[in-house]
């Protein structure tokens, strides 16, 4: 099947013209008139990924592996390694990422895996209504999303309605009409900010958030590929950080 067939129907299901400006989603590696044997879905990249993708196929991941202009391919950065293993095995590779987020996988993400009643959706914002005792829906989102321990703000007793954005959404705290935001990536600076706005936070992670993003993408586009007689597999993209609570041995 080439590559070009698959591009196409990926843009019909999320649009890559709906990505932020600063985003590099898209056909990143290879040409549309390569010819595809399998597809490998994943968050991300690595060099273990890697080597027990097939050659001749297609990985499409959530990050982009480039995001600014590449002034020098020396093999010895993130990026560089795996493209030059890419090219290699001839991979292609394909990202989807500002993109659905708009479109599927933060109401997927609030819905499917957190059980939010979503109640509307702005750009990349979902809403839903709670109304539980703060001490009681973080656990819950906690235990939904396997994290270790809980990094939150408090600032009141009580959740009525919730936002969220999957990823690192922080930059949006201006837009929340929420008393609770769940995003990833909270920085100290921006706890200051929602204390100051009132508004309580739950640090749901960037991995843990978006590691949905294979099997939402799996459901999507898996029968379209059987009708092509192609497969798609999820690969086993890791947290690249590991926790522990003190007193644990650090592995």
Same mark, same amino acid.
């Given at each position: ?122 750009? =990349? +914002?979902? $809403?839903?209504?709670? #109304? /539980?005792?703060?001490?009681?829906? !973080? ?9 270790? =321990? +809980?990094? $939150?703000?408090?600032? #009141? /007793?009580?959740?009525?309605?919730? !936002? ?88």
């Amino acid at each position: 099947m080439k590559l070009k067939e698959i591009y196409n129907f990926l843009d019909e299901l999320s649009p890559f013209e709906l990505q932020e400006k600063w985003d590099n989603s898209g056909l990143l590696v290879g040409s549309f008139d390569d010819e595809i044997k399998k597809v490998y879905i994943s968050i991300d990249l690595d060099l273990e990924i890697l080597e027990e993708l097939e050659e001749d196929s297609l990985i499409i991941t959530h990050h982009p592996l480039i995001f600014s202009p590449l002034k020098k391919v020396n093999y010895d950065s993130y990026s560089t390694k795996i493209l030059k293993r890419l090219i290699q095995k001839n991979i292609a590779l394909i990202s989807m990422h500002t993109n659905i987020d708009t479109t599927h996988l933060n109401r997927y993400v609030a819905r499917e895996i957190l059980g939010l009643d979503v109640l509307d959706t702005e750009g =990349y +914002i979902c $809403y839903a209504n709670v #109304n /539980d005792l703060f001490s009681n829906f !973080a656990n819950n989102i906690a235990s939904r999303l396997g994290l270790e =321990y +809980i990094k $939150y703000v408090k600032c #009141n /007793d009580d959740v009525k309605r919730v !936002a969220l954005v999957t990823g690192a959404g922080m930059s949006m705290i201006s837009q929340i009409d929420a008393d609770c935001f769940l995003t990833g990536d909270i920085k100290y600076h921006d706890a200051m900010e929602a204390k100051a706005r009132g508004i309580s936070l739950i640090d749901i992670r960037h991995y843990e958030s978006e590691k949905h993003f294979s099997p939402l993408l799996m459901g999507l586009i898996e029968e379209y590929l059987k009708k092509n007689k192609l497969k798609a597999i999820i690969t086993a993209s890791k947290n690249p950080f590991k926790f522990c609570t003190q007193g644990e041995t650090v592995e």
